[in-house]
């Protein structure tokens, strides 16, 4: 069966002429050599963001999370529920960072990062 038709009749991968990987690991910058007359697709996951807390001298809270990064901080008071809901008070944003300052509260509250 010639290579250009072995694709459309789902042939095996080694009579169809494709050549699959995986990089793992990959770095800042990377090389590979590639076959003549290759279609490469490369998939990159960006890494998610971190957040970050820390506690001020005045007893609030700062939750801070890189502003170039397209998430959403959510709160919920009950890590054994499911009622994770998107924090209503204002974002600062300044120096590629955004962050919100939590007054002391009367019981837990827990921040995670959502992507859509």
Partial sequence: MPQDNAAQENAPLAAQDIATGTFTGAAPTFSHAFPPYSLTLFTFTPEP???????????TAVVFWPTNAAYTLQTNANLSTANWGDYGGSINTANGTNSVTIAPLAGNLFFRLSNP
């Fill in 49 to 59: 963001p971190s957040l970050g807390i820390v506690l001020t001298t005045t007893n």
